[in-house]
């Protein structure tokens, strides 16, 4: 079954305490990207990657980093998690382009605590 | 910088009635892809309806249509024959000429019976 998988699924943790959500997708897509949502914000990118070894900013990277060592693994990392990053976290990813056919697919979501 | 803004918080209707959530983008560019997602409560994100900005035709999916309006840069969603299943947040996305979606604020739609 093609699929985004994110673990872990709820997370709560304490400022400052190093954390790694892992992103996995098994459709050999190339572009995989991150994104938090939070009530009245809709979804905001983090990191974005175009391909292995390549990772862009999104909108708000600060507190995030990122790696894609792997096409299929985009694992997302707070080194040093505080209370603002509390959300949910999306993973996503989608063939290379921007066809129109090329659909996003997410995977079923982070919700991460930092107390 | 593009935005895209969906100014209905909350919406509510009885099963069976029809339903327009709004959406309005800013942009200066003149080909770019528009999305509705819905995410119901298990949180999952599904694609709704897509549009192409130079179709004039609106996109329909079953009981899901736009009403896609270039000039106005709208693009509403209409829910026909609205079900339960249909009670979810709904997101108007934009898709700029890198590729990247930029999304709404969200509509709660919820559907009494």
């Known amino acids: 079954e093609a699929q985004v998988t994110q673990n872990p699924r709820y997370l709560i943790t304490v400022t400052g305490k190093k954390l790694t959500v892992t992103c996995s997708q098994n459709m050999n897509h190339e572009y995989m990207s991150w994104y938090r949502q939070d009530p009245g914000l809709g979804l905001r990118q983090i990191y974005y990657s175009m391909n292995v070894e390549v990772t862009d900013k999104g909108d708000v990277p600060e507190g995030y980093k990122v790696s894609r060592k792997e096409k299929r693994n985009f694992p997302l990392i707070l080194e040093s998690p505080s209370p603002n990053q509390t959300s949910l976290y999306f993973c996503?990813?989608?063939?290379?382009?921007?066809?129109?056919?090329?659909?996003?697919?997410f995977g079923p979501g982070t919700r991460l605590t930092v107390l | 910088a593009q935005t895209v803004t969906q100014s209905q918080p909350e919406m509510s209707v009885q099963e069976a009635e029809t339903v327009t959530l709004s959406c309005t983008y800013d942009?200066?560019?003149?080909?770019?892809?528009l999305f509705w997602y819905k995410q119901p409560p298990s949180r999952q994100m599904i694609l709704v309806i897509r549009?192409?900005?130079?179709k004039q035709q609106n996109a329909t999916e079953n009981r899901f249509s736009v009403n896609f309006q270039k000039a106005a840069k709208s693009f509403s969603l209409k829910i026909s024959d609205s079900q339960l299943g249909d009670t979810a947040m709904y997101f108007c996305?934009?898709?700029?000429?890198?590729?990247?979606?930029?999304w709404g604020a969200g509509t709660k739609l919820i559907i009494k019976p």
């Open positions: 996305a934009f898709m700029d000429s890198n590729y990247q979606l930029i």
């Open positions: 549009q192409e900005a130079y």
């Open positions: 996503a990813s989608r063939p290379a382009g921007g066809n129109i056919n090329n659909e996003q697919f």
């Open positions: 942009t200066s560019e003149n080909n770019y892809y």
